[in-house]
């Protein structure tokens, strides 16, 4: 919709529910920019290019820019450009005449939905290609196409429109307009308009009414007091229990077994917010490239909403590689190979093998680990998974050297969306040579651990947190010692800023080890000691530790760890991070704090879809005396 300079004293935006076009013309929801869904951008370069993408332009026609947008509302400015498709695709070529004037005028319409989710609705925006108003060319114009077109495009943004009066009405009449930001005075942007009449909806929703609409959504502007009233009207329709469920799309994965582990029963009461999560609990599960809950368009004869289970299964059998990187610890090397549904009810079975130390150690000296893990989700009910694995290291950091093979079983429960509790049975037996000699342990544990998570995003958090607690009873049979190690940790997460480009991200952990006469009767991998990318960054691994008279590592029963970071986002995939952490080890079961150590830095972050890449950059604030002077990591995801 395009306003016209002699307006009338109102003008009407409708916007009725249900009318895409409408809502798009009136309140110029935001425009979605389509890309093709199989290119792949990395560090600028493309991979897995289409051979649309690639097509050469038909009838390629050359033009040249002109944009004023009116205004030093350097907010505004961004907004306006950033919408137009002739500035941002500035230099390539369009195809023909009128596409040019096609692209122009969808241009028009755009800076128009810009404006209007700015609280502009006088403004005008006025179009001129080859010196021509955009409205006055012919339907199918022809310009002389040896030169590069001339267009002009020119915004009068026009006054700020704040709300007028707002109303709320048919079942939506007992919800607070301000709740959904429909306040008399403020700004009245058009998106604030339109996530208000989905809010409604969705709130209705949320009281087990599947069937509710919005009926009207009306904004009318008036130019003279600059003022903009909105009407909102829905039906919330009758409270409904979730009805039959099928499920639809499945080959090699059992359908029962999808509607299980759902959780998703006929007689329930209907909620969005449990759809929503059986859905990503659904997708967890990795066997299925895509799930869909559809609901029925109205209920079934005995009141109940029907819905359908529509998945697509993806492939089952994977494969990958990683690698990470240390200044102090060499490269790493993964591989892994895994079967997401073994038996047919997501059942995951996965081999891996990993080379450490490599650059930094003779091929004697590496580290090497394998393991077999294998997962069965709904084990014991929906909302249980049963975890087994098979594992064997050898390792050899500056603390000891061992071969380690362990066996364990567990069950994991989730005590809600948030929580999970988890227990089960260890075997290790391990052959260790430190420095109190050469000696073997056969150690049977009990773990149990508790979690909650509250992150908006596990790979790049922004909110929210991540408290763990977990408790390891052990018993040595070698030398009948009884031990117990007890561990817990927190992690938070706080964006700064609408844009969330500043994130202040913490954590603490800390630990003890209870039990045994001698710390030598605990086996050195089950001490602590702190240094390393995933602790103390700037340390070597595991330098963080007490030490005897000959400066032997000896390894700890008590840790205090902390680390601090201030994630600044420069541009959209950019990011810098600078750091601190801090921890400390102790022979004694509570931490003496008697050697305190700091590492602090700075790294850099570039965001994909698979996670951040990282690349930290340390240095020990109180080095120890021969030993790492900086720390250089780079590996993928968060350092937490």
Not at 442 to 463: C, Q
Request: glycine share 12%.
């Amino acid at each position: 919709m395009r306003d016209k300079v002699n307006r009338p004293e109102k003008s009407f935006a409708f916007l009725k529910a249900g009318t895409a076009l409408a809502v798009a013309a009136a309140l110029a929801c935001a425009p979605v920019s389509v890309r093709p869904a199989m290119a792949f951008k990395l560090f600028g370069m493309k991979f897995f290019e289409s051979d649309e993408e690639t097509a050469a332009v038909i009838d390629p026609v050359n033009y040249t820019l002109t944009l004023d947008p009116g205004t030093d509302d350097s907010d505004l400015k961004e907004a306006i450009e950033n919408t137009t498709r002739l500035k941002q695709d500035e230099g390539q070529p369009v195809s023909g005449d009128l596409g040019l004037v096609i692209k122009a005028r969808d241009d028009r319409d755009r800076i128009l939905a810009a404006l209007y989710e700015n609280a502009r609705y006088g403004g005008v925006v006025n179009v001129t290609v080859n010196g021509q108003d955009l409205d006055s060319l012919p339907p199918n114009p022809e310009f002389n196409d040896r030169a590069a077109i001339p267009v002009t495009i020119r915004v009068d943004p026009g006054p700020v429109f704040t709300f007028g009066d707002v109303a709320f009405s048919g079942d939506a009449d007992r919800f607070n307009p301000a709740d959904y930001g429909l306040v008399a005075g403020a700004r009245a942007d058009s998106t604030v308009i339109l996530k208000a009449g989905e809010k409604v909806v969705v709130d209705l929703k949320a009281e087990g009414r599947p069937l509710a609409k919005l009926v009207e959504r009306n904004a009318t502007a008036d130019h003279k007091t600059r003022t903009v009233d909105v009407v909102i009207a829905a039906e919330g329709g009758p409270v409904a229990p979730v009805g039959e469920v099928g499920v639809t799309g499945t080959k090699t994965v059992d359908a029962g077994f999808v509607q299980r582990y759902s959780r998703i029963n006929a007689g329930q009461p209907y909620s969005p917010e449990a759809l929503n999560k059986a859905a990503e609990r659904l997708r967890t599960l990795g066997v299925f490239s895509s799930v869909t809950i559809r609901e029925a368009s109205q209920l079934a004869p005995d009141g109940s909403l029907p819905m359908t289970i529509e998945v697509s299964e993806g492939k089952h059998r994977y494969f990958g590689v990683g690698a990470q990187y240390s200044n102090t610890d060499g490269f790493g090397l993964q591989g892994y190979w895994g079967h997401r549904n073994l038996f047919g009810q997501a059942e995951s079975l996965r081999i891996e093998g990993s080379v450490n130390r490599i650059g930094e150690s003779d091929i004697g000296d590496l580290d090497y680990s394998t393991a077999i893990l294998f997962s069965k989700p709904g084990a014991f009910g929906p909302a249980t998974t049963f975890n087994a694995s098979l594992k064997a290291s050898i390792v050899d950091p500056d603390a000891y050297k061992a071969f380690t093979t362990t066996a364990a079983a567990g069950v994991s429960v989730e005590l809600s969306d948030r929580d999970t509790v988890s227990a089960g049975g260890e075997v290790a037996w391990s052959n260790i040579e430190d420095v109190f000699g050469k000696n073997k342990y056969l150690t049977v544990s009990l773990p149990i651990e508790y979690v909650r998570d509250t992150r908006n995003d596990k790979l790049n958090p922004t909110e929210g947190y991540r408290f763990l607690i977990n408790a390891k009873p052990s018993y040595e049979t070698y030398n009948k010692t009884f031990f117990s190690s007890f561990e817990g940790a927190i992690t938070g997460y706080q964006a700064l800023g609408a844009e969330e480009r500043f994130v202040l991200a913490g954590k603490l952990s800390a630990g003890t080890i209870i039990g045994g006469d001698e710390l030598a009767d605990i086996p050195a991998t089950r001490r602590f000691f702190l240094g390393g990318g995933g602790t103390v960054r700037g340390y070597g691994y595991q330098e963080i530790s007490p030490r005897n008279a000959d400066n032997k590592l000896l390894g700890g029963r008590s840790y205090v760890a902390g680390s601090a970071e201030v994630r600044i986002g420069v541009t959209e995939t950019i990011g810098v991070v600078p750091f601190i952490d801090v921890g400390t080890v102790s022979t004694d079961e509570v931490p003496d704090f008697k050697d305190i150590r700091a590492g602090a830095g700075i790294g850099l972050r570039y965001a994909t879809p698979f996670g951040p890449l990282r690349l930290d950059v340390a240095v020990p604030l109180k080095k120890y005396e021969g030993g790492t002077s900086f720390g250089v990591y780079a590996g993928i995801g968060q350092s937490f």
